[in-house]
C-alpha cells in the first residue's frame, strides 16, 4: 500500500482501492472500513464468544439448580456440611452453586479482557490516546 488515503463521498480507500492496513490487521475481511463504522476487532468478537458460552453454562447449572431445588423436602446447606450429612441431592446443589460461583468469576474476567480489548479498539481507531 502506498499510504496516501483520499475520499470519495466520505469512504476513505487508498490509492490502490484497499481498505487500511489497521483494518487488515485487527479486523474480519467484511468489516474493514472503507469509510464506515468498524463493529468489532477480531479479539472483541472471540472474547463475546466465550462470555455467550458461559452463559449457556450458567444458564443450564441454574435450571439444575431450581431442579434440585423444587423437589420435595430438599432443605440447601452449607458448603461447610460435614460429609455424609448432606443427601446425594444437596451434595449436587453444592456442587452446582460451587460450578456458578466458578462461572461468574471466568465472566468477570472475560468482561475485564472485552473492556480491555474496547479500549483498544477505541485507540487503533484513533479515538482515544
Not at 50 to 77: C, D, H, S, Y
Request: proline share 2%.
Amino acid at each position: 500500500m502506498s499510504g496516501d488515503v483520499e475520499k470519495d463521498d466520505t469512504i476513505s480507500v487508498t490509492e490502490n482501492g484497499e481498505s487500511c492496513t489497521t483494518c487488515h490487521q485487527y479486523f474480519d475481511k467484511e468489516d474493514e472500513c472503507w469509510g464506515n463504522y468498524v463493529p468489532l476487532t477480531r479479539n472483541e468478537e472471540a472474547i463475546l464468544a466465550q462470555m455467550r458460552t458461559v452463559k449457556e453454562r450458567v444458564t443450564a447449572v441454574q435450571r439444575r439448580l431450581k431442579e434440585l431445588e423444587g423437589r420435595n423436602g430438599f432443605k440447601p446447606v452449607s458448603g461447610d456440611a460435614v460429609e455424609g450429612a448432606a443427601t446425594e441431592e444437596q451434595t449436587q446443589w453444592l456442587e452446582q452453586k460451587q460450578n456458578l460461583d466458578m462461572l461468574r468469576q471466568e465472566w468477570r474476567e472475560l468482561d475485564e479482557k472485552r473492556q480491555e480489548a474496547a479500549a483498544f479498539r477505541m485507540k487503533i481507531l484513533g479515538h482515544e490516546d
